[in-house]
């Protein structure tokens, strides 16, 4: 079997195989490093570390008696600095964070900042360009407790000479005065954040999750929050306990996310794992999430940000991850004001999530607001509730239960008018489904463009484990159990090879929908327990 090398550090490199397997494979497969056993997994994709900079180095994957072998070259460390020199003590109760951000800022171009094996009790760091942050086996970043001691970062500062603005905080796609995180980049670029340690906001001790809507100073703070960063790498980190979303990166490009395990508790608000924001270019293989909300968000603001500062989120793709246990596996939206398309999402096991992919959108988010080339492939997905979502009605924001949001007739299309374009699902399997398998209710004055699914072979659980649901959240929409497909307001959809075993219908529900191509759509009922 081949391997692709999808990123080389100065002392770590990512490898990923060359299969059509979904997430791992099915043996356990060896890596070598100059003939060495190094690694022994099933992931398909893998972060070895150990290494040394500037050195040649040649990697041997091993599986099934096979063996492939390609060398690589680590990259020019400058300097290692090690953060105890500076002062650090990494006894979990000392305050670190003054030693660790002196070594920061002292790091020279191409320099690594390097924490050993410890528990470093810290409030917000701040990173800068062209350095690498190295958390050993063992090493924890861990938040204070107390919000009093974070900084704020303002939502929106005026330039001096009153022709532009100056974005740094923001919150549910407003520029709005927010904590700075844990780690926070602004500006900065060429920045390597690699493990195997730990980034731990502490939030589960703290009151980050108390009346986590109410504002106390400032918004809730992220774990990692990078504002207009350029070649940004993280890998083989673990990240966990966050006051609210993971990891946010906004208004960056060139980003990727290699083989990171992003855990909260189910019932922590608003912990997303992964939300770019207006971001292009972005890569997250690997990754595994269970959180308490999205595990991924794919976001590009609210309408002032879209208006003002406007950014496509785009080429976003994600492959061979793992998502556990939150509302979506794959969201896009709400706060997509400034669009988000060519998302690509293959290879993936959606495990235990409400939704697999989740699309939310309403009135008001704009006509810049273009969700379009949103393509989901060869998915797994097991004990998800509802696979399919899509939802022009979403009820956010203080004015969600409005009429203007809410009411079913059309409206007039203005430029406060969402578009919802091409969204394509092929060679997925769903099973243990409880609620339905797609709902989509596009706008009647705006109907959902082209829905596609194809190879899509569903098996709903047992009548009586089954839990009755509202799939999309908008107002006067029934709880579903067990219903196949419901479409409304949707210009073009199509169905082929769609198999569906178990569900209480017999045939989709379609409603204004204008044009339809369903081709071999079986239903089956299922087998007596």
Request: net charge negative.
């Amino acid at each position: 079997m081949n391997f692709n090398v999808v990123e080389v550090f100065a002392r770590s490199v990512t490898i990923e195989l060359d299969t059509d397997k979904i997430f791992c494979q099915d043996e356990e497969y060896t890596l070598f490093i100059d003939g060495v056993k190094t690694l022994m997994g099933t992931q398909n994709v893998a972060s070895v570390t150990g290494l040394l900079p500037d050195r040649e180095y040649e990697i041997t994957l091993e599986i099934a008696g096979e063996r492939t072998s390609k060398k690589v070259t680590t990259r020019h460390e400058a300097v290692l600095l090690n953060v105890r020199s500076f002062g650090a003590k990494g006894d979990g109760e000392t305050p670190d964070t003054a030693a660790i951000q002196a070594a920061i800022c002292a790091c020279p171009v191409d320099g690594t900042v390097y924490l050993p094996k410890g528990t470093y009790y810290v409030t917000p760091l701040f990173l800068k360009s062209n350095m690498t942050l190295w958390l050993d086996e063992g090493a924890v970043l861990l938040g204070d407790t107390d919000r009093n001691h974070y900084p704020i970062l303002p939502g929106m500062t005026m330039t001096t000479d009153e022709k532009d603005e100056y974005n740094l905080g923001t919150w549910e796609g407003n520029p709005l005065n927010c904590y700075a995180s844990l780690i926070t980049a602004i500006d900065a670029e060429n920045i390597n954040i690699i493990g195997p340690g730990t980034l731990d906001g502490n939030a589960q001790n703290s009151d980050w999750w108390v009346n986590a809507k109410v504002k106390r100073g400032a918004w809730r703070p992220n774990i990692m929050y990078l504002v207009r960063c350029k070649n940004v790498r993280v890998q083989n980190i673990k990240v966990q306990n966050s006051p609210c979303w993971n990891i946010h990166p906004y208004y960056c490009d060139d980003l990727k996310f290699l083989n990171l395990y992003i855990q909260n508790p189910s019932n922590s608000p608003n912990t997303d794992g992964l939300d770019p924001e207006s971001c292009k270019d972005v890569l997250v293989l690997g990754t595994v999430i269970s959180v308490g909300d999205d595990c991924m968000a794919i976001k590009s603001g609210k309408y002032y940000m879209a208006k003002e500062h406007h950014k496509v989120t785009e080429n976003v793709t994600i492959r061979n991850c793992k998502f556990e246990k939150g509302h979506g596996s794959v969201t896009v939206g709400s706060e997509a004001a400034g669009g988000v398309k060519n998302i690509r999402v293959s290879q993936c096991i959606f495990d235990g999530t409400d939704r697999g992919l989740r699309i939310k959108t309403r009135r008001g988010r704009g006509e810049r607001s273009v969700l379009d080339d949103i393509i989901f492939e060869n998915i797994d997905m097991n004990g998800v509730h509802m696979p399919f979502t899509v939802n022009m009605f979403y009820f956010c924001d203080p004015d969600g239960h409005s009429d203007y949001v809410q009411n079913q007739a059309p409206a007039p299309v203005d430029e406060m008018t969402p578009v919802i374009g091409t969204i394509a699902g092929r060679n997925i399997s769903c099973k243990g489904a409880s609620a339905c398998v797609l709902c989509a209710v596009g706008l009647p004055e705006r109907p959902i463009g082209q829905l596609i699914f194809e190879n899509i072979d569903v098996e709903f659980l047992p009548e009586g484990e089954r839990v009755a649901e509202r799939p999309v959240m908008m107002d006067n929409f029934d709880e579903m159990s067990g219903r196949s497909i419901y479409a409304k307001n949707v210009q073009n959809l199509t169905l082929s090879n769609v198999h569906i075993k178990g569900s209480v219908d017999t045939q989709p529900q379609l409603i204004s929908v204008e044009h339809t191509n369903l081709t071999d759509v079986y239903y089956q009922p299922l087998k007596a327990q």
